[in-house]
């Protein structure tokens, strides 16, 4: 079973290194976000979120580094993917950026949640703790809910906005599973086979459906 | 000696806010600057850094809180001039982003420590405590050194760039003095008189001079 242990901490590399590539994008996502902010306690608790952020990904880096790995090379191939769906889902409102906050990271949690269900314990561990929510998801929901309250029109435009997201996340964890070989083993031999696979993305669906009520949209 | 203590207690309500805006801009600078970085581990460092100074920020809200102050309305006043400074010297490139974190922070911070010496123990240690370097520095005189040697061309633009960047804190602190009172007079009153602020401000200067030889600048 060399090749399978090999190839089990190339995964555990490669997932690391995607979740601290996110962790600094979300930092970068945050950062903007806040000076987007009409209020400056509004700046100040997106810049809190920020930080907090940052703290993860130094967790990430230093596992990195004890199982012997170079962080940078371990996120770049991911930089490439992740900066193309930032690009093409650049918020261009206050509250566009709440919401692909809340249901992108979502997503991104749930998925990394069921993968860490194949990790060893301690790895099992680190990623659960960097997926604790930093207080955003509260944060959203209820600034979210509030502007559908005060102009119901906004409901329906957000709900494009998410399906857009979903889409283009979608696209580019094809293109990450599909150039990661050992990333698609760990998702294919973790679940057991395809049918696993296929249950993993129904419980995934079904929590965004619940995030998306959670914020007032139909999904 | 009842409005001497109600003009202090304003007067540190007024710093602590100053102090306030001062770190959630610094967090906004460094993010911004983190993006122009020619490295993953350059934007991380600085991403780090900007995350360290919300742990300082949420240090001084939570006293302004104590205090019985609004964290909002006591950086209220000084948003305008903050902002100005930060508009009228907006980096174009990396090295300027880290020459003015390093020069502006350093007079900045050079400037609170000598007016932390006019306060109570306690606000004077959790001023300390929030001026304490994040990093920034000693990352700050790297970068541009090799930058210099590797071009020396450079150190010329960039100590005309510094000496912009003075001139325009300057012009907004004293913006902010004329039209705050309880600063000023805490200024006066601290240093003793008026030969007493001079000379607080012959030491910045000195400070500043040794900062931009650090950096292989002329000052």
């Known amino acids: 079973m060399q090749k399978g242990e090999v190839l089990t ?20 996502r945050l950062a ?30 230093n596992r990195l580094i004890e199982l ?4 940078e090379k371990a996120m770049s191939p991911f930089a490439a993917p992740i900066d193309a769906f930032h690009d093409g889902t650049r918020p261009s409102t206050w509250l566009e950026g709440l919401v692909k906050a809340y ?12 993968v860490s ?12 703790s960097v997926l604790a929510d930093t207080g955003h998801a509260c944060f959203a929901v209820r600034e979210v809910r509030a502007a ?26 094809q293109r990450v599973i599909a150039e990661r070989d050992q990333l698609a083993e760990l998702l294919i031999n973790g679940t057991g086979d ?10 995934i669906t079904s929590a965004h459906t619940v995030r998306m009520s959670q914020l007032g949209l139909s999904s």
């Open 9 to 28: 901490e190339n995964a555990v590399v490669d997932l690391l290194g995607v979740l601290a590539y996110g962790e600094l994008t979300a930092f970068d």
């Open 32 to 61: 903007e976000d806040a000076r987007m902010a009409p209020t400056t306690a509004g700046r100040a608790a997106l810049a809190t979120m920020a930080a907090a952020e940052m703290g993860h990904f130094g967790l990430l880096c």
């Open 68 to 71: 012997g790995a170079d962080p």
């Open 103 to 114: 249901v992108g990271d979502g997503l991104a949690a749930d998925f990394y949640r069921e």
């Open 117 to 128: 269900n194949f990790l060893d314990d301690s790895t099992r561990a680190l990623v659960l």
């Open 148 to 173: 559908i309250r005060a102009d119901p029109a906004i409901g329906g435009r957000l709900a494009l906005w998410a399906r857009r997201l979903v889409g283009e996340a979608l696209t580019q964890s």
């Open 194 to 203: 395809l049918a696993g696979v296929s249950e993993l993305l129904n419980r």
